[in-house]
């Protein structure tokens, strides 16, 4: 095999020196086509050393312009991407090695155990396998990675809009999980120095650094967009509520102290749990896991004077620390809520058990976690101090927490659950597995006050691990989060087909015996379809002339009978009910291969501003249909009821080109980092989105747009269609602003005349003709000039941006 100049080198420096020892290196490998220094503005670097050679200008070494400048140089079949400005020492033949591998498993990236100098001492640094779990942002791959040049050049050309300073490499190694093979070839191929020479007790919290923080919510976004991407998020608007009522206990809450030989530490940990003062009865359970120091004699000394200490003696001996979790919550000693105390950490205060048992009330959740101070035996406060996990936020934090490495302290959980559950058999790892069991289906609780004390001592075992023990750690989490997303996909899958499902029966129910509509909708499947080069589509739908043809004037509404009122309905047109307000009817003239009328029960008139979040709450019940309305004079042809429709997601060009236009995006105005009010500048009409994971604060944010948009002459409420649709977490509502009912061409006669009337669909880039000389003779100009006149003009649609901006919250 021929692997000669297969692989272009990108290479960090900080100075003319390094440069010239790093190029030197790579260039004289056979393998290596071209090298590449990456350089900061600062770098004082001369001209290129020796052929082959050159310099890229970057900021940050893992930032998103780095991927693309990288992407954009590469003309090689493999990338070399080495992520350190430390020395490096290639191995013998490592780079043959590094081609031959690639190109054997196909895969997209290839990465190798190698060897670390740490203080002048060669130590080998093995890496562990890649797997689904491995979501972690400080996955250890080393600081050398092989990459397939053709996925990175894929990456580039859908990741040009994204604007990472701190998770580009994240970001990219993400896409390359799912476009193939992340491949660990465990052979020691090169030499680093290491410079971070921390120990693994200091390290393992910088993620709840808040000197990091813009760091976290950067890799937060990748981690969202992949999970969302591979249909693993966790939806929190579809959460269960715990029933705290079910169940009989002795005692509402339980202290649950697995220990084994704490000698030194279990007394002050118990009579921590002992002192708390609480208006409801609780125990203290210590699971003894066969100590054989002094821990039993002083449980049995603390259990004759305070009845309250439940001390339990496993009769197995192959019990972690999850294991004896297990033993306490199965214990019939064990209260409705079972809260964590180590044998070597105390409370804060003597309020700590009331505080977290009321939470579970307040906050409605399965789950309680708390915060934790770092200290010393004599509670003086250690580096980072207070660990609150502030990142945590209440609709994404389940989701975040696949991407981190603990959940925090102290936890507490709902009995009955936990029982259900049941903790891994493990002595590290199992609070974090089935804190995020939990996070699959309930809510989880924050209180972000000081409630614990973490005690650190010579003994702790995160204190200073090795290599070996710290890769089996991180290999055994990453396994939970492989397990854990695995589950959370096949609950996203059933939770869809069951969402898809739900209004299945009815529909076809009612074409079974509605032989009209059921002819119209075997119809569509052959309708005409054809799409230009700006994205937009034209449907031939001979049956929508009714719609497009309506007179909608108000001496005509004034004439006929409403048809969308139930005593004007055919009898063979059933319902079903949502909410107090709506029934949810089959439409009898289909545009979309499953299509609703949403149709008020009460005659009044089609105004959306006070039923606008029924378009929110549709697309929460009903996440795998799309949703819109039509304003009274924007293409409804029953302007004098209230109605909404909906029906297939997917099909219209503003969802199918979404993950563009949402890159591009101009924010107008905010609530926080998910949900806000954006410009879509990328589309071929003005549109507004409004992008929330709430109903309130959808509501909010449509109220500033509706407030924001013109309202012509006596008109009841602003020209407009409205889209919605689910986008994983995110609701996503397009508002197309509209001046006119219908263009010119519509009342114009002969050759002229083009029966464009156009609504929602139109808006949304899927435009309705029922005549085929017009879907015939229709071009992508024509369709541009007849749109135009319909749409706010660029000037209005200004005044309309600068009006939300100038909004507040």
């Known amino acids: 095999m021929d692997i000669k100049n297969k692989i272009d080198c990108f290479v960090p420096c900080e100075n003319a020196q390094q440069a010239q020892q790093y190029a030197t290196q790579f260039i004289n490998e056979n393998e290596v086509a071209k090298v590449f220094m990456l350089t900061s503005n600062n770098t004082n670097v001369s001209e290129k050393t020796a052929e082959g050679i050159g310099y890229i200008q970057v900021g940050n070494i893992l930032s998103t312009e780095t991927i693309l400048k990288m992407a954009q140089n590469a003309t090689a079949d493999y990338v070399l991407f080495y992520m350190k400005t430390s020395p490096i020492t290639l191995g013998y033949h490592a780079l043959t090695r590094l081609v031959r591998v690639a190109a054997d498993t196909k895969a997209a990236l290839v990465y190798t155990d190698h060897y670390s100098v740490e203080a002048g001492k060669v130590m080998r640094h093995p890496v562990i396998d890649y797997q689904a779990g491995s979501l972690r942002d400080d996955f250890d791959f080393g600081s050398l990675v092989l990459i397939d040049a053709k996925l990175l050049r894929a990456y580039a050309e859908q990741a040009e809009k994204a604007d990472y300073k701190f998770a580009g490499w994240y970001d990219l190694r993400l896409y390359l999980s799912r476009k193939g093979k992340i491949f660990h070839l465990d052979e020691y191929l090169y030499t680093e120095e290491e410079d971070d020479l921390r120990r693994s007790g200091e390290k393992q919290f910088d993620y709840v650094n808040p000197r990091n923080r813009e760091v976290q919510i950067e890799m937060e976004r990748a981690a969202t967009a992949h999970l969302r991407t591979i249909g693993g998020l966790v939806n929190t608007k579809k959460y269960r509520q715990p029933d705290f009522t079910s169940g009989d206990f002795s005692v509402e809450a339980s202290v649950i102290i697995p220990v084994f030989n704490r000698e030194k530490t279990i007394r002050d940990a118990v009579t921590s749990a002992l002192a708390q003062k609480t208006d409801f009865k609780y125990n203290v359970i210590v699971v003894d896991n066969h100590s054989s120091d002094k821990t039993t004699a002083i449980l049995s000394d603390i259990a004759k004077t305070d009845n309250r200490l439940v001390h339990l003696v496993p009769n197995r001996t192959d019990l972690g620390i999850g294991g004896c979790w297990n033993y306490a919550v199965n214990s019939e000693n064990c209260g409705r809520f079972a809260v964590q105390l180590d044998s070597d950490d105390l409370y804060s205060s003597e309020q700590t058990l009331q505080k977290i048992v009321d939470a579970f009330h307040e906050q409605q959740a399965a789950m309680i976690i708390g915060s934790y101070r770092m200290c010393d035996f004599d509670l003086n406060t250690l580096p980072p101090g207070l660990i609150d996990h502030a990142e945590w936020t209440e609709d994404n934090g389940c989701n975040n927490a696949l991407r981190i490495n603990g959940l925090g302290a102290p936890r507490a959980f709902y009995t009955p659950l936990a029982r259900e559950v049941q903790f891994p058999n493990t002595s590290y790892g199992e609070d974090y597995a089935i804190g995020l069991a939990f996070s699959r289906q309930f809510r989880i609780g924050r209180i972000y006050e000081e409630l614990y004390l973490c005690r650190r001592w010579g003994g702790n075992s995160d204190a200073a691990l090795s290599i070996d023990r710290i890769n089996a750690n991180n290999l055994y989490k990453d396994r939970l989060r492989t397990i854990e997303l695995t589950a959370r996909q096949q609950l996203n899958?059933?939770?869809?087909?069951?969402?898809?499902?739900?209004?299945?029966?009815?529909?076809?129910?009612?074409?079974n015996q509605w032989e009209d509509a059921k002819q119209r909708f075997s119809d569509l499947q052959l309708v005409k379809t054809k799409q230009f080069d700006n994205g937009l589509k034209v449907q031939f739908n001979p049956a929508r002339i009714v719609s497009a043809g309506a007179k909608t004037d108000k001496a005509t509404i004034a004439k006929r009978p409403c048809f969308l009122c139930k005593?004007?309905?055919?009898?063979?047109?059933?319902?079903?009910?949502?909410?107090?307000?709506?029934?949810?009817?089959?439409?009898?003239?289909?545009?979309?291969?499953?299509?609703?009328?949403?149709?008020?029960?009460?005659?009044?008139?089609?105004?959306?501003?006070?039923?606008?979040?029924?378009?929110?709450?549709?697309?929460?019940?009903?996440?795998?249909?799309?949703?819109?309305?039509?304003?009274?004079?924007?293409?409804?042809?029953?302007p004098d009821h209230l109605h909404l429709q909906g029906g297939t997601s997917g099909m219209l060009p503003v969802q199918e080109m979404w993950s563009k236009l949402n890159a591009t995006a101009q924010p107008l105005l905010s609530i926080n980092e998910a949900e806000g009010i954006f410009e879509i500048v990328d589309f071929a009409?003005?549109?507004?989105?409004?992008?929330?994971?709430?109903?309130?604060?959808?509501?909010?944010?449509?109220?500033?747009?509706?407030?924001?948009?013109?309202?012509?002459?006596?008109?009841?409420?602003?020209?407009?269609?409205?889209?919605?649709?689910?986008?994983?977490?995110?609701?996503?509502?397009?508002?197309?602003?509209?001046?006119?009912?219908r263009p010119d061409c519509y009342s114009k006669e002969g050759d002229e005349q083009y029966l464009i009337s156009p609504g929602a669909l139109d808006m949304g880039g899927l435009l309705i003709l029922p005549r085929q000389t017009d879907f015939e003779r229709i071009d992508e100009k024509l369709l541009m000039e007849v749109m135009k006149e319909v749409v706010l003009p660029t000037e209005a649609m200004q005044e309309v941006t600068e009006k939300i901006r100038n909004k507040g919250i």
């Open 493 to 511: 899958k059933q939770g869809d087909e069951e969402g898809a499902k739900s209004l299945e029966p009815f529909f076809y129910s009612q074409l």
């Open 685 to 741: 009409y003005p549109a507004i989105a409004i992008k929330s994971r709430s109903v309130e604060n959808d509501a909010r944010l449509f109220s500033i747009v509706y407030n924001s948009l013109p309202q012509q002459g006596d008109e009841a409420e602003p020209m407009m269609n409205i889209v919605v649709w689910k986008e994983g977490l995110d609701t996503v509502s397009v508002v197309f602003p509209r001046r006119k009912h």
């Open 567 to 638: 005593d004007n309905r055919p009898k063979v047109q059933t319902s079903v009910s949502f909410g107090e307000t709506f029934d949810i009817l089959v439409n009898p003239f289909p545009i979309l291969p499953v299509h609703f009328t949403i149709a008020a029960r009460q005659h009044q008139l089609q105004l959306i501003q006070e039923h606008y979040a029924d378009l929110h709450k549709l697309s929460d019940k009903y996440p795998k249909l799309m949703f819109f309305y039509n304003g009274p004079k924007c293409g409804a042809s029953a």
